[in-house]
């Protein structure tokens, strides 16, 4: 009997954690992933933040940092000069696109963009934390690809010293830079600035 009352929570906690994607809204999605907090694995000049498994970085400069799955590319802009100031921002939902959505949380806010593009493929933009991301994927693959952005943007941790060492320095390059996603792998220069 003892047996059956302690097996009777580990089957409610498996089956409560095993919840399919599909079965979720993109608005479940936000409100349940951007209260995760996950390990730091990743370290970059200014801040650090967590990057899920099965991603990688191919590219990395002090204001981005190019990420890759087996199905896509996000492309994440974090923004320290915003960070240091605390800026605040304003954003509208538009009911014109396939969805738009603000984010407010701890503090924090920001949006989520997914527009159909061309090719039946979805861009997704979501901002919050001070940081970006962007990427295309097809419509099989939107919730995990929004799964996999807000985990990234929400576990941005940001270094208060080190960026107004960077600041205060004047040692923050913010040269602008022109992506385009939309361009495939064989299309980006190789070389490693």
Not at 20 to 41: A, E, F, G, M, R
Not at 58 to 65: F, H, L, M, Q, R
Not at 89 to 100: E, G, V
Not at 145 to 159: G, P, R, W
Request: aromatic share 12%; with cysteine; proline share 1%.
């Amino acid at each position: 009997m003892k047996k059956k009352i302690w097996l009777l929570p580990l089957l409610i906690i498996i089956l409560a954690g095993c919840t399919n994607l599909k079965d979720l809204s993109y608005d479940d999605i936000l409100n349940n992933v951007i209260v995760k907090s996950k390990n730091i694995n990743t370290y970059r000049n200014g801040y650090n933040l967590y990057i899920p498994k099965g991603i990688k970085i191919t590219k990395a400069k002090d204001s981005y940092v190019i990420l890759s799955s087996s199905n896509a590319n996000y492309y994440l802009y974090v923004d320290l000069i915003s960070y240091a100031s605390k800026k605040d921002f304003n954003y509208n939902i538009k009911n014109d696109i396939y969805y738009s959505n603000t984010i407010n949380y701890n503090g924090l806010k920001g949006y989520v963009e997914i527009n159909l593009w061309e090719n039946n493929q979805y861009l997704i933009e979501i901002m919050y934390n001070y940081a970006k991301i962007e990427v295309m994927v097809d419509s099989s693959e939107l919730k995990e690809a929004l799964v996999n952005a807000t985990l990234i943007l929400a576990n941005i941790h940001y270094d208060d010293i080190i960026i107004n060492n960077l600041i205060n320095d004047d040692n923050l390059n913010y040269t602008e830079e022109i992506f385009d996603i939309f361009k495939n792998s064989e299309n980006v220069s190789s070389d490693n600035d």
